[in-house]
């Protein structure tokens, strides 16, 4: 417990508990969470078990819930049994409701919203499956997928996961550079596109910058371009096609190729303390059931509710909050085109008034942007069909948590602050609505199947008991934990599990209070996190040092009031370059731009001398965050730097920024 942490226990609202007004929720109180948790580490086989045949479709049962695990990186679950992906998340609902409505797509202008039921869903899966595989994709093969948030992503995803492909969906905010060594890393063959996307009223050139990336990336066969907007985008003869052309000549209906359980269901990139991103790879059973449980449990989803997840599908939180979780259940869910202030600041309290949205799950930094513009945007819209609030990405501030659950939640919802990661696949840390009382910035308990460990960093002994603080560590696997790193899978154990060896590494600092609860710290590797989104120094690094006057950079995350974190960069020039500093500090920040994306833009770059570096020349970083948080005054043991000089012309560089 830190001094400044809100300890207060906010109750479950009683109305969640009120059977008058809401759903009888899954769990209802602590006692039976604990209850629930203690079976699911006590007897994991059966716990799962149960739950994965009530929650998911299998063409061929499971023999063994669960195989290998954490101390040699061979962690299998429901072994010999056989499913499909798509099947789960469209077929059995278009069989039973095909009328059901499973995207509610929200487009970028307000009055352009459409519903996909699930019959018409399965059909445009169908058809786009077919054509993958008419241009080759066989099950194994790697599938490209770089589109806006259109309905099509949704259906290219499980057009994919039905004939067994992979898919590797790349953010649309990444440039063409960091998709071409997404699509190299992972030699894709085909791609999934479109012409433009719409975001906030501006367009953005999708087809341009795949045609850029590809420039460079020969396995790649055929691009397929759906519409969005309609624009005039130039095609490549015989590898380019059109989307809508390409579908009707299609059947409406191609069956479901059956995949193991531990077959591979996609590749997300992430990034990591090192220089080049992660190929995340997650299978297919085990990610399914932990996408739909959380969305059960966590969410406490019950049919009839409308879930709204305003991530992006390219990051994790959309491919399982979006797309997988909520539609093996068979739900409603909710894929917004736009962002949060467009076309005012009341553009999300719209959306849920006008779609009755039960679960909302959106970032802490879109709070924090939304609460600066003022209260009058969220008042006056009828937000009372909510019961769950969540946040995900970073930790909340409490400033932000009861901003959230006044003026959003009117007090009557639950707020889940949910952590998790790329790699764990679904929620590992959670609060249940109807039984866990919250605190604001704690992400509270662990989930069921999770044990988790906080270990002293550098002896790696488990902290026992309340009242510690460690890095959080997972002891034993789970359903939805990634597999490998694709292609690498000794990347994978030096990452996450060698580091304790028997536990999975997180990479985050934690605390556990004096009530058992956690409190996430943030990261305690190089890796930064601006408004969710994970970035690591030495990529920035090594984006910025391509630029031609640059001899050498130094990278770190300084606190940001919306963002949480932002990039500061500290860049020393080769001798003998001249230059304009205002010039070549926006040349540097085009350059991040064009190698990563624009969400990893630097907010400030400092031109200087020298970079802190140890006698043995390694860079402390340590140093230069503490002068920009401006706490030069406790910079610690300084007498390791090769010259300790550089430290006062940087606090003078920083303070007449
Ligand atoms: C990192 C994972 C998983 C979806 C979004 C990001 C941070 C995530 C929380 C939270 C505090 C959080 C951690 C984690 N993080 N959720 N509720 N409280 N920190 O996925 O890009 O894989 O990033 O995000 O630092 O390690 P990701």
Redesign the pocket.
């Known amino acids: 417990m830190s001094a400044e942490d809100d300890n207060t226990l906010h109750p479950v609202p009683a109305r969640l508990l009120n059977t008058a007004e809401c759903p009888e929720p899954f769990v209802k109180s602590y006692e039976q969470y604990k209850e629930m948790h203690r079976q699911s580490l006590e007897n994991p086989n059966e716990f799962f078990g149960k739950m994965a045949t009530e929650i998911l479709s299998w063409s061929k049962p499971f023999t063994t819930v669960q195989h290998g695990g954490l101390l040699h990186g061979d962690t299998a679950w429901f072994l010999d049994g056989q499913l499909n992906a798509s099947y789960n998340c469209v077929d059995r609902h278009a069989i039973a409701n095909p009328d059901k409505i499973a995207i509610i797509y929200e487009a970028d202008e307000p009055n352009q919203s459409e519903n996909i039921t699930y019959g018409e869903l399965l059909r445009q899966v169908c058809q786009v499956a077919g054509v993958l595989r008419a241009h080759g994709i066989r099950k194994g093969d790697t599938v490209a997928i770089y589109m806006p948030m259109i309905p099509e992503a949704v259906v290219a995803i499980l057009a994919c996961a039905r004939i067994g492909a992979l898919h590797s969906v790349v953010f649309a905010g990444f440039s063409a550079e960091a998709l071409r060594d997404r699509v190299q890393d992972a030699a894709c063959r085909l791609i999934l596109t479109s012409d433009q996307g719409k975001r906030g009223g501006k367009t953005v050139e999708t087809k341009r910058i795949v045609d850029d990336a590809l420039k460079s990336c020969p396995s790649v066969e055929s691009v397929i371009v759906c519409q969005r907007t309609g624009a005039d985008v130039p095609m490549t003869p015989g590898r380019d096609y059109w989307w809508n052309e390409e579908v009707i000549k299609r059947m409406t209906y191609l069956s479901p190729e059956p995949m193991n359980s531990e077959d591979p269901l996609f590749l997300l990139y ?1 990034s990591g303390s090192t220089g080049t991103p992660k190929g995340v790879l997650h299978t297919t059973a085990g990610y399914l059931l932990g996408a739909a449980a959380t969305v059960k449990y966590v969410f406490d989803y019950h049919p009839g509710d409308i879930f709204a997840c305003m991530a992006d599908v390219g ?3 959309g491919h399982s909050y979006i797309v997988y979780g909520p539609l093996t259940l068979g739900a409603t869910t909710v894929l917004f085109e736009s962002i949060p202030t467009y076309p005012t600041p009341a553009r999300y309290w719209e959306l849920i008034a006008k779609h009755k949205i039960t679960q909302f799950y959106t970032a802490p930094t879109a709070i924090r942007a939304l609460r600066r513009l003022g209260d009058q945007w969220v008042e006056g819209h009828d937000l009372s069909s909510l019961r769950v609030l969540g ?5 909340i501030n409490p400033e932000a948590w009861h901003w959230y659950n006044d003026k959003v939640g009117k007090g009557r919802c639950a707020i889940v ?7 764990t696949g679904s929620h590992i840390v959670t609060p249940l609505p109807g039984a866990i009382a919250t605190k604001p910035g704690s ?1 509270t308990v662990p989930f069921f199947g999770i044990e988790l460990a906080i270990l002293d960093p550098v002896t790696g002994k488990e902290l026992i008991g309340n009242d510690v603080t460690g890095v959080l560590a997972v002891k034993r696997s789970w359903p939805s934990l990634a597999r490998t790193v694709y292609g690498n899978h000794q990347r994978y154990m030096e990452t996450y599990l060698k580091p304790y060896p028997g536990y999975y590494f ?3 600092g934690a605390s556990r209070d004096n009530d058992g609860y956690i409190w ?1 710290r ?2 305690v590797d190089d890796v930064i ?1 601006v408004s ?3 970035l690591s120094t030495a990529e920035i690094e090594s984006a910025l040092i391509m630029h031609h006057s640059v001899a050498e950079t130094a990278v770190i995350g300084a606190a940001d009031d919306v963002t949480g974190q932002c990039i500061h960069a500290f860049v020393c020039l080769k001798p003998g370059v001249s230059h304009h500093s205002t010039d070549l500090s926006k040349e540097l920040v085009v350059q991040v731009r064009k190698v990563i994306g624009p969400f990893a833009a630097p907010k400030k770059i400092y031109l200087v001398e020298d970079l802190p570096k140890t006698r043995s020349g390694k860079l402390m970083r340590r140093i230069l965050r503490k002068i920009v948080a401006d706490e030069s005054d406790s910079l610690g043991d300084i007498s390791t730097l090769a010259d300790p000089s550089v430290v006062e012309a940087l606090i003078a560089k920083v303070a007449n920024a």
Not at 391 to 395: D, I, M, Y
């Open positions: 992430t990051w994790i939180t946040t995900v990405g970073e930790p602050d949910t952590y998790w990661q790329t790699e992400a997180t990479g985050d996430i943030g990261r996190n969710g989104h994970r």
